[in-house]
């Protein structure tokens, strides 16, 4: 796959997604993460957006290719199509809402199953600034982020904080796996188009 | 006088003798002794003798030279001695010498009285003159007395005196030059308060006193001094001078203007203030983008400091960026706004002094106040020709600046950032000057053109992405969806006429006509204010990828989330066709004509169909679009971008779904579709890299343009019958275009209007050439479904096993048609499986049967050109199949008429045309195929046709094809 532009030189590339229940500030990370900013006027996700980034982990460059999807149900025959070949996902949960909590089981199952066993899934409480109405405890997450084998974060889209963080975690995760050989960058994808590459 | 003295009293001490002989030392020394005197007596004294005597003396004798007179008397002497003559002689010689004494003694005796009277007298004489001299001298002595005692010491008091005067008005002097030597100090004291005029008054007067007492040595230096200070003064009133072109100050320059005119330097001045101008430019921009650069490389290397500014321009980082260019921006209007203000001071400054000469326009100075307007008019020209070349150098600076970094990588938000301070600068360029700014423009233009190709490149990738990740979902949004609900065409609300182009900065100023001098004559700054509201603005304006969504927009999404609201929407839907109200303008109008529904969308609103990489394209165009407002001069460069996207969606939905080897017949794209597909193939598709990927690095510069072909993402499934061969997402994939094609209808007029008139051209081939063909795409796409769905083949088997030749009339249509017909069927119901998924246009369906029962129809011509033998029964046989099978077909489907029904039947009642009839029929034919003609023929033979006919049909069929070939 070539690269999108001239001045874009990177190592690896992984696809990430961002799912989570509607409300619970993907996009909202997706922007932190990528523009440094807070987007305070951010409505529903139509479909899928898209945004790219490149991070430095452990001297490797690593190109994210995120596509942040709509948490609403009506948009999940749209987004769904989007998680195959996934490297890495965010896991995303509103920490004032338990609802949001709850339906984390079925993302789950979702993304293990459409991405790939193989996916690498970094669990974030999100609107961590909003202590106050807070309704799932940090232990409780955490609790069932080390059940399911998944990495753990509480995040804020609002202050920023630990949103690099948790996509810069999951990549590192990814590439300590093809390290160690238990991912193979080639077959990651398992597309033709490979979703991961070495780059230039 | 002595000699006087000695004489008198010499001649009183002596006997008269003595004197006598005094007097003639010669006549003394011949004087003869007392002896020779009596001897002379003696002799007779006879004067009369004498007489004679002393007449017979030589002549000789008488000389009163030293004349040797025994010498002359021995050389007279004869030769020869005679004593006796001697004798005679000698006697006579006696006798002569005592007549002479005698002669002598007579005189003096003569004369004795009145020598001794004569004595007497000098004696007297003498006396006198001894008593005058005692009196002169005690006169002297007096004298001297006096002169010391009194003259001198007056003479030295009036002299004293004198003296004082001149030391008095010396010192006087002195303390002028003091004074004069202290004013340095006032000089400087005044020059720290900046009162330049004052100063410079003040040291004209001084010279002028100084000129005055210029005789002092002193003063020569101090004369030098002042010379220096002056000059030192002007050297700080051309700092002062200098102060002007950063921060414009009323009194400041009053005093320094007043200042220069007081040096009569008025012209230097402004020619002064313009270098300090340029200066202050580059200076400034110098100062500020070094601060940056020295600030982003965290040292005080003062390597940077050496630079030029035009190498400068490329350290700064693209972090750095924007807040140079705003405080660059900033910097600048202060100079440019400075410089407004010097030139406002003078338009006022002139009309009060005309006001004033006018007033007291008595010609006493009117060489005065010629020279001034002289100067006047001098500075105003100045100012008004310095305006230009003010703006051109800040232009340039700016320029440099704005060239000197790469700006391709920066984010869509940041780039229009920067267009916002850069045409808010060529808004102050136009007040200022009137320029059109071309300088910034074209750099502008430049950094546009190369940003946008870039930022365009990556979303052509981007799309590309999309479409490979694209499964042709459905993307659910409301049947009243318009794109002017998405934030990305908020713009086109706010100006609902494309005539009014919605630039949105200059048009708060022109509106209030305020121009941003007047605005911020007296503080702020125009750049300030915008760094200030970029957040809002920017953030309103450039959603970069559409995270957010506005009121509207969720409006339009949301009370979907549960199936429950569609009877709702349909409610609502009805009610719209119940009161006639004209539906949401976005519906497209071939859906709107299909209100009638067809039998697959009866359940599904008529939403617009749609997929998320479609809405990506719309918010594509729309960013393209506020681009060309915001970018008039690459608009067109735009739209050609903006095209592209259309033409690569165009292109994948083509590639995925319409291209077919096994089927592909060049029969079904329109030729201009197929030229449309070509151009965009050979304009932005990058083939080689999609079948060498390797290839990539090599030619990647020249391959910029182009995108590699999309590939059909993996989930898609295009091969199962049951789902009709990816009908569904055919129908989003190629409806969607279809609904692309629209929106870019819709927005034709407000393209055209930011289009440049000589490129309008383009505009008109890319809608008439390209986005008018979107909805071709449905006859290659849908073909290959309905060249699937049925099984045709199968069809002409079984028909293949039909005895045609029989000899009664049948009752019972043949189990081909029944078969047929069970396909059809099977078509409907997944058709109808389809379009519970997605809802089906009546458009797409009509094609879908079309193409089926054109297929159909074709094969049952084929079938029928496939009989060997065939009786008149036969014949009607084939009829009743035909009708057995429209009639059931008609229940199936509403397209009316059936498609190539005219075909089927003519073929069959061909077989009943007479020769003559029959060669006419074949002529009028072309529509089948030279097989089928010659089949019809043969199986007449042996009923009404006979060989003879048959060969001269033949004949005539050949004729029909050979012009085909």
């Keep these: ?27 909202c990370l997706l922007h932190q993460f990528i523009e440094k900013k807070f987007k305070d006027d951010s409505n529903h996700t139509i479909g899928v957006e898209f945004g790219s980034k490149i991070v430095n982990v452990g001297g490797k460059y690593v190109k994210l290719q995120i596509w942040d999807t709509a948490g609403q149900e009506r948009f999940r025959s749209v987004t769904r199509s989007y998680y195959r070949g996934a490297a890495g996902a965010l896991l995303v949960y509103d920490i004032t809402s338990r609802e949001t909590y709850n339906a984390l089981t079925n993302w789950l199952t979702d993304a293990r199953m459409l991405a790939s066993q193989n996916i690498v899934i970094i669990l974030c409480g999100n609107k961590k600034d909003l202590d106050a109405e807070r309704e ?7 609790r069932f982020a080390q059940e399911n084998e998944l990495m753990f974060l509480e995040t804020s889209a609002l202050t920023g904080e630990n949103v690099e963080e948790a996509f810069v975690q999951c990549a590192r995760k990814i590439l300590n796996k093809i390290e160690s050989g238990e991912l193979d960058p080639e077959r990651m994808g398992s597309d033709t188009e490979a979703v991961l590459t070495n780059g230039i | 006088m002595q000699k006087i003295k000695s004489l008198m009293t010499r001649q009183g001490l002596r006997s008269p003798q003595e004197s006598v002989h005094d007097l003639s030392p010669i006549e003394s020394f011949r004087i003869p002794s007392k002896e020779e005197l009596r001897e002379v007596c003696e002799e007779p004294t006879d004067p009369q003798a004498q007489q004679e005597i002393i007449n017979s003396i030589e002549e000789v004798y008488f000389s009163n030279d030293s004349f040797d007179i025994v010498k002359y008397e021995l050389e007279r002497l004869p030769p020869v001695l005679n004593l006796q003559e001697l004798e005679e002689y000698r006697d006579k010689l006696k006798q002569q010498q005592a007549a002479v004494s005698k002669k002598v003694a007579d005189l003096i005796l003569e004369k004795q009285p009145a020598y001794v009277q004569e004595l007497e007298r000098i004696t007297s004489l003498q006396t006198g003159l001894q008593l005058a001299a005692v009196i002169c001298t005690n006169g002297r002595r007096h004298l001297n007395i006096a002169k010391e005692g009194f003259t001198q010491t007056s003479l030295g008091l009036l002299a004293n005196q004198r003296k004082r005067q001149l030391l008095i008005g010396l010192l006087k002097s002195l303390r002028t030059i003091k004074t004069l030597q202290r004013t340095d100090v006032r000089l400087s004291e005044m020059l720290e308060e900046e009162d330049y005029p004052g100063a410079i008054q003040l040291c004209l007067e001084c010279q002028k006193a100084a000129s005055t007492f210029k005789h002092y040595s002193c003063i020569s230096e101090l004369n030098s001094k002042l010379q220096d200070t002056l000059e030192q003064i002007e050297e700080q009133l051309d700092v002062a001078l200098s102060k002007i072109c950063k921060n414009f100050d009323i009194s400041h320059y009053t005093k320094v203007q007043q200042a220069y005119r007081l040096l009569g330097k008025t012209q230097t001045a402004m020619d002064q203030l313009h270098m300090h101008f340029t200066q202050a430019i580059h200076n400034t921009v110098f100062q500020v983008v070094l601060g940056y650069v020295e600030l982003c490389a965290g040292n005080t290397d003062t390597k940077f400091q050496k630079l030029q500014y035009k190498d400068l321009c490329t350290h700064i980082t693209s972090d750095s960026y924007i807040p140079c260019l705003a405080d660059l921006c900033k910097a600048l209007w202060e100079v440019m706004l400075s410089y407004y203000r010097t030139m406002q001071w003078h338009d006022n400054h002139d009309q009060d002094e005309a006001a004033a000469v006018s007033s007291v326009a008595d010609g006493s100075n009117v060489i005065g106040t010629e020279e001034n307007s002289f100067d006047r008019s001098y500075v105003k020209k100045k100012l008004e020709h310095g305006l230009s070349r003010i703006w051109q150098d800040v232009q340039l600076k700016v320029k440099t600046y704005l060239l000197g970094t790469d700006l391709s990588n920066f984010k869509y938000d940041d780039f229009i950032f920067v267009l916002d301070v850069t045409s808010r600068l060529m808004q102050v360029g136009e007040e200022f000057c009137g320029s059109k700014s071309e300088v910034l423009q074209e750099s502008i233009r430049k950094q546009s053109v190369n940003y946008f190709k870039t930022y365009h490149r990556t979303r052509l990738e981007e799309l590309r992405m999309f479409l490979e990740n694209e499964t042709w979902e459905l993307c659910p949004v409301k049947s009243s969806f318009s794109i002017l609900q998405l934030h990305e065409f908020k713009f086109m609300e706010q100006s609902r006429s494309p005539s009014v182009s919605p630039s ?39 959603a970069s990828n559409g995270y957010e969504s506005d009121e509207q927009e969720k409006s339009a999404y949301q009370e979907y989330d549960s199936d429950s609201d569609v009877p709702e929407e349909l409610k609502r839907d009805y009610v719209d066709e119940q009161t006639g109200d004209a539906p949401v303008k976005s519906v497209s109008r071939e859906t709107l004509r299909s209100r009638k529904r067809s039998d697959y969308n009866l359940n599904k609103v008529n939403a617009p169909i749609l997929t998320n990489t479609t809405l990506n394209v719309i918010r594509l165009a729309g960013k393209y679009m506020q681009m060309m407002n915001i970018l008039k001069p690459i608009a067109f460069d735009v739209i050609h971008f903006m095209s592209q996207l259309f033409d690569y969606y165009l292109y994948a939905v083509y590639t995925f779904f319409g291209r077919n080897d096994m089927y592909e017949s060049t029969g079904l794209s329109s030729s201009r579709l197929r030229t449309t597909l070509n151009r965009i193939q050979e304009s932005l598709i990058d083939l080689e890299v999609s079948a060498d990927p390797a290839g990539t690095l090599t030619a990647a510069e020249e391959r910029k343009e182009k995108v590699p072909s999309p590939h059909l993402s993996h989930l898609v499934v295009l091969t199962s019958g049951n789902s009709l061969y990816g009908l569904a997402e055919r129908v989003v994939a190629t409806e969607s275009l279809v609904f692309l094609a629209e929106q870019f209808e819709f927005l034709q007029p407000h393209l055209d209007a930011v289009m440049p008139a000589a490129k309008k051209p ?3 081939q890319f809608y008439s050439q390209t986005v008018s063909t979107a909805s071709e795409l449905r006859k290659p796409v849908y073909w290959i479904v309905a060249a699937k769905a049925i099984d045709y083949e199968q069809m002409l088997l079984l028909m293949a096993n039909v005895k045609w030749d029989v000899k009664e009339i049948m009752s019972q249509h043949n189990i081909y048609v029944d078969a047929l017909l069970k396909e059809f069927e099977e078509f409907n119901r997944r058709l109808n499986e389809v379009s519970k998924r997605v809802r089906i246009p009546l458009p797409v369906s009509n094609i879908l049967w079309e193409h089926c029962i054109r297929l159909a129809n074709r094969t049952l011509v084929e079938g029928y050109a496939n009989v060997k033998k065939c009786s008149n029964e036969g014949r009607a046989l084939m009829q009743l199949d035909f009708q057995q099978f429209l009639m059931k077909l008609e229940k199936l489907t509403d397209i009316r008429p059936i498609p190539d029904k005219e075909f089927v039947e003519t073929y069959i009642k061909a077989y009943y045309l007479a020769e003559n009839d029959m060669e006419s029929w074949i ?43």
């Design chain 2, 923 to 965: 002529k009028e034919h072309r529509e089948y195929s030279t097989k089928q003609l010659t089949n019809l023929v043969n199986v007449c033979l042996g009923s009404h046709i006979n060989k003879k006919a048959r060969q001269k049909l033949l004949a005539a069929i050949d004729d029909i094809d050979r012009p085909k070939r």
């Design chain 2, 504 to 542: 949105k900065q200059p048009a708060s100023a022109i509106s209030t006509t305020v121009t941003l001098f007047e605005q911020y004559c007296n503080g702020g700054n125009p750049f300030e204010i915008q760094a200030d509201s970029k957040d809002d603005e920017t953030e309103d304006v450039l």
């Design chain 1, 1 to 27: 796959m070539s690269q999108t532009a001239m001045s874009e030189t990177y190592d690896f590339l992984f696809k990430f997604l961002v799912i989570g229940n509607a409300g619970t500030g993907k996009s």
């Design chain 1, 136 to 142: 799932v405890t940090f232990l409780e997450a955490s």
């Design chain 2, 762 to 764: 383009f505009l008109q």
